[in-house]
């Protein structure tokens, strides 16, 4: 069975991966059970704030009737953990499931891996403490192909999720590349991610009186020179307050937030150090001061006058860190959108997400993803990525807490598919637009679609269909 | 400020050498050859000079012009700040020096190789960051990649177009009129090259809401005046050209090019104090200015002015502009000369002396029974304005 795949032909191999498919795994029992601890991880990776995940009391009060996992999680209970990928095969010991299919890809060099996309149905939300049985086959194997990542074969999976009923809780559909790592069309070193390496930015003179404003930004604050006296503000700093004479100045740390007061787009002339389009942006800051700075995340055409912006403390050079600004992440809806309320071609407001090294690692965590792309960088590198990116699961996280952010604590996610499309690599903006595509009663129940994109200055990360029930009063 | 010697002085001589884009010679012979100009232009000789008065930015020290021009004995020198500001600042250190009799008849003068040697369009780069005060305030744009005179001035009119409603081809309005006027001036750089309002939006953007055809043009070349007395000035050649008043202005919470911290940054205080100044001095409103020049670096900053001097109300120059005003035969014909994105950019030396031109009769675009002109200085900075006008 396992004989040595190298001295395998492509034909060879292909069969051999092809007899796997329509195999059903035995099913299995996960890890784990639902669990809180697990949830209140995954909302703290991905920054959702939906009480139904983690406030007993909110849940108790909600449809849920008490505490849900999130919707997107549904495969993180059936992932393996950092432990060797287990056995899977038919329950008449055939080799059935994914672990054949990558054990046998890893062996013919096929060593890198990438998500292409997903597909999640819901039957029902998850609740803590519930026992589930995963079954998993392949449903197709491609021919070897050439991507622009590298020479590879798609395969795609199914899952189908149980209970401890025996119930049907979810079912999942999953496309996965497989690649020869440095066979790809396109040159993913470092030097193909834009503001890597490139001439350094004009660096700030920094004096005695502004030295202050400065380790402040090293340290990840915007600092606003406060007068100990009367408290007035100044910035740019003064060395005297002009309103009541004192010289005793300290400062106040911004919370960052703030709103568009004026804004410009440089053309010309351009400059090898800054990335094109730049917004040049006077950001009016709640606290009463303005500060220049730029906005990123954000296509010029899309930048307006009183636009919510907040604070990105950016190290945009070696050694140096400015106070950027991006859109601000649009509040998070408290209560539920009605069905009444929607109809076909409503934009869902744009929500960026900054995509710090954290968010890559304690998403992958969250989602029991040990998948070294996406925690180590030098051997995301050895394995034809510039850097680590973003794996699937958190992307489906982030999609989950846009799309609820936005409808409400209560709504209910029926379906969930995502395809992939330029990596979310560290120190980009992801910025996540939505518009619904239709709405119909079914069954007397409000089904809505969307369709999400989500967008970094590489290009479309993600591109996802929401199929949501609202409520009908 | 009230200036006691309001009406006192005059400008007795003009001098320019060609406007171009590339001089071919020196900054220092610019200098030397539109003092000689203003000089002789003045009835007067090197030697009787004993004044000079330039721009902190001119590179030419007035001793070394001086010995070129064979002026002897110089017993009041100065400099005016920030750059184009300056324009009028010079004039009205000038007659403060020959009305305090600090000397009797003083050399202003600017001269550079803008377009071929140093552009300011280009974008402060190169330098050092030392903290030198003005490295530190640079600090605040530079590393946000706002380089350029277009991108500090671009923010203050995306503010205007948001608060008032102006749109790009009200700003459009100004060069088209500019290059109507530069269009039938033979020294102008854009002689008979007018533009369309449409050749204006069709303009590459520079900074976004600045066109190309919003910037001025960078220009090589030198202009002189020559400030005396109006006592003196009558035994002069010329008819003088009487300066009612000129002011500086600088206002609360003043920055050099990025005063954006203001409670409003649509308007020009500074240049409104100048205006609350001029108008004091001289018991002259707007309704008794024949013709103006309007400090033109870029075209959205020109609204605010004609606002801040009342010539509309605050937020109407739009529609003044729209109607007409500011062309030949309308209410207020403007920058006449072609204004610096016509003509020249010569830091607004060119415009003072076709604001001489207008009163003594002489411009290529004349307009009608002109008794007072009002000229203004360089704006988001620390500015200047002045009115000329016809001796009684
Ligand atoms: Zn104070």
Redesign the pocket.
Known sequence: MSDDNKSKTPDALLAALRRIVGVATEPRVTRDDVNQAMIRHWCDAMEDHNPVYTDPAFAAESVHGGIVAPPAMLDTWSMPGLAPRPRQESSSGEEAGMVPVLNQLDAAGFTSVVAAGMSHEYHRYLKPGDRLTISQVITSVSDEKQTALGVGHFFTTESNFADQQGNSVGRMEFSILKFKPGTGTVNMDASALEGLEKMPRPRPAISRDTKFFWDGVDQGELRIQK?N??D?LHHPPVVR?P??G?YELGYLVSQGRGTVYSFVEVHHPQFPMFDYPLVGVLVELEEGTRIISNLVGVKPEDVETGMPVELAIEATDPGLSLPLFRRARPARRESTLLFADLEPGQELPPCPVAISRTLIVAGAMASRDFQDVHHDPDLAKKRGSPDTFMNIMTTSGLTNRYVTDWAGPEVIFRKLSLRLGVPNFPGDTLTYTGQVQSTALRDGKGVVELLVTGTNKLGDHVTATVELELPTP | MSMSFAGQTAVVGIGATEFSKNSGRSTLRLAVECCEAAIADAGLLPEQIDGMVGFTVEENHEIDVARSLGIKELTHFSRIHHSGGAACGTLHQAAMAVHTGACKYALVYRAFNERSETRFGAGVQGLDNAPTPIMVDFGWCLPFGLLTPASWVAMFATRYMHQYGATSEDFGRISVADRRHAATNPEAFFYQQAITLEDHQASRWIVKPLHLLDCCQESDGGQALLVTTLERARDLPNEPVVIASAAQGSADDQQMMKSYYRDDITGIPEMGLCARQLWNDTGLGPDDMQAAIIYDHFTPLVLPQLEEFGFCAVGEAKDFIKDGNLELGGRLPMNTNGGQLGEAYIHGMNGVAEAVRLVRGTSVNQVPDVSNVLVTGGTAVPTSAAILSRAG
Do not use: A, L, R, T
Request: glycine share 24%; net charge neutral.
């Open positions: 007068c006296s009367c007035g307050c309103g009541c004192s």
